[in-house]
């Protein structure tokens, strides 16, 4: 590995880090209706969740979309940034979810300004204030990676590493689980990132979709919880 890639890599690493301070603490996703009816109780409830979550959303969804948005990019097409992005935020149902997806994509957006000064956003910044984006999360990710010449795929799977350690550390506070075994975990979810998006990564991203319907109906129910440690 060259210096050059290594810096790359690293730059790319802070973007993945659970810490970083986009406001991803206070949403759980829907999780925290799952807990608190009882359908999530145990390490195998919530491994099975994720993973449902990782099939029917994240990959189909975020993934596809991040693809388009790499190609857009590529071919500086403000427009096309611009309506994968608003499919991104239509195709979630749930308010919880669509505005939990634009704060931490703006809030990404602000922070990536700061941190990497020589980095131009012109293109995404066309694409928010002529095109009517949004800037979901999976469009803020995408586009900084591609600007700091990560490979697809790794910014694809990177996505949703982080997406799957967001769900276990809400999970911590949700479930009687350990840290140990939360990090086991995501240890046994690495090679489920791989597979599902291995299994879609030819697909056009005209095809994004989700059907976690179970997902969205508990996220709608989050907001008559009579109380709540997460703003989603």
């Not at 096309?80 to 669509?98: P, V």
């Not at 469009?139 to 769900?167: C, K, P, R, S, W």
């Amino acid at each position: 590995m060259t210096a050059s890639s290594s810096l790359k890599l690293l730059k790319y690493a802070q973007l993945l880090d659970s810490a970083l301070p986009i406001g991803g603490f206070s949403h759980s996703s829907a999780l925290e209706t799952y807990t608190t009816e009882g359908v999530i109780r145990t390490r195998s409830d919530l491994s099975s969740f994720i993973q449902s979550q990782l099939e029917s959303s994240l990959t189909r969804l975020d993934g596809l979309a991040m693809k388009g948005i790499y190609q857009a990019t590529a071919h500086h097409d403000a427009a096309s940034i611009a309506r994968y992005d608003k499919r991104l935020h239509a195709q979630r149902s749930s308010r919880e979810l669509r505005e939990s997806s634009h704060k931490m994509g703006k809030r990404l957006l602000k922070l990536a300004r700061s941190i990497y000064p020589d980095m131009s956003f012109e293109l995404l910044d066309t694409a928010i204030h002529l095109h009517g984006a949004v800037c979901c999360l999976p469009t803020a990710h995408a586009f900084i990676a591609y600007q700091l010449e990560i490979d697809l795929d790794e910014a694809i799977t990177g996505h949703l590493y982080t997406a799957v350690n967001a769900y276990v550390n809400s999970a911590l506070r949700l479930m009687p689980i350990g840290q140990t075994e939360a990090q086991k975990l995501v240890q046994e979810l690495l090679p489920v990132i791989d597979k599902y998006w291995s299994d879609i990564r030819q697909e056009e991203p005209e095809n994004m979709s989700s059907f976690s319907i179970a997902q969205e109906i508990y996220a709608m129910r989050h907001e008559t919880l009579n109380a709540r440690l997460f703003m989603s």
